[in-house]
């Protein structure tokens, strides 16, 4: 059972950055992918970046040009540096770590973007 926790989420204002963190218990390039979700209140989770085996990348076309998403494999730590926030931005949000048929999520970081 992989274990994941977030950190990072919190208040800011329309603009303002922030970085997620997700550290992970076991080793993130065993995963098929890993990524961020989100979900705001009354719509279903959505995918918001991930990062395959193969090095590709896939980043919603809400968030790109604002959001990177990287890792230290290293230290098994998957990061969302988020820029340029809007109030649409507002959601919990969730790393995802995918294996072999296999999902396993964090317990989310709430992120809320004021105007």
């Known amino acids: 059972q992989v274990q994941l926790v977030e950190s990072g989420g919190g208040l800011v204002q329309t603009g303002g950055s922030l970085r997620l963190s997700c550290a992970a218990s076991?080793?993130?390039?065993?995963?098929?992918?890993v990524g961020w979700y989100r979900q705001a209140p009354g719509k279903q989770r959505e995918l918001v970046a991930r990062?395959?085996?193969?090095?590709?990348?896939n980043i919603a076309d809400s968030v790109k040009g604002r959001f990177t998403i990287s890792r230290d494999n290293a230290k098994n730590i998957l990061y969302l540096q988020m820029n340029s926030l809007k109030v649409e931005d507002t959601a919990v949000y969730y790393c995802?770590?995918?294996?072999?048929?296999?999902?396993?999520w964090g317990q989310g970081t709430q992120v809320t973007v004021s105007s």
């Open positions: 076991e080793g993130i390039l065993t995963a098929n992918s």
């Open positions: 995802n770590f995918y294996r072999r048929g296999n999902d396993y």
């Open positions: 990062s395959t085996w193969d090095g590709t990348t």
